[in-house]
Nanobody, 120 residues
């Protein structure tokens, strides 16, 4: 399994970015997916997740501003980020579970990350 993120950039506060994560390895439609981020000196945190049935979860910091989506035909995960704030500055990682995750599950596969920098 390989995950490759793209779309990170430097933007002004209030701007938008769309992150993409291209996945290989098969069985994409059966996996849960997520975006995490890690800012310098801080722990990695979950931003948003989408299950294999399409249900979504957002961290409070992302609600109303970010939208997670998946294109199973393209094996690609997206994160649309609007109204960006300086505190959104971080390395953003996509993550993927094993096929057919059940209940509480881990994300076993990770990308290398894409940097998002938001200036005030």
């Amino acid at each position: 399994v390989q995950l490759v993120e793209s779309g990170g950039d430097s933007v002004q506060a209030g701007g938008s970015l769309r992150l993409s994560c291209a996945a290989s390895g098969g069985l994409f439609i059966t996996r849960a997916l997520a975006w995490y981020r890690q800012a310098p000196g801080k722990e990695r945190e979950l931003v948003a997740a989408v299950s294999n049935d399409g249900s979504t979860f957002y961290a409070d910091s992302a609600k109303g501003r970010f939208t997670i989506s998946r294109d199973n035909d393209k094996s690609t995960l997206y994160l649309q980020m609007n109204s960006l704030k300086p505190e959104d500055t971080a390395m953003y990682y996509c993550a993927q579970s094993k096929p057919f995750p059940v209940g509480q599950h881990e994300y076993d596969y990770w990308g290398q990350g894409t940097q998002v920098t938001v200036s005030s």
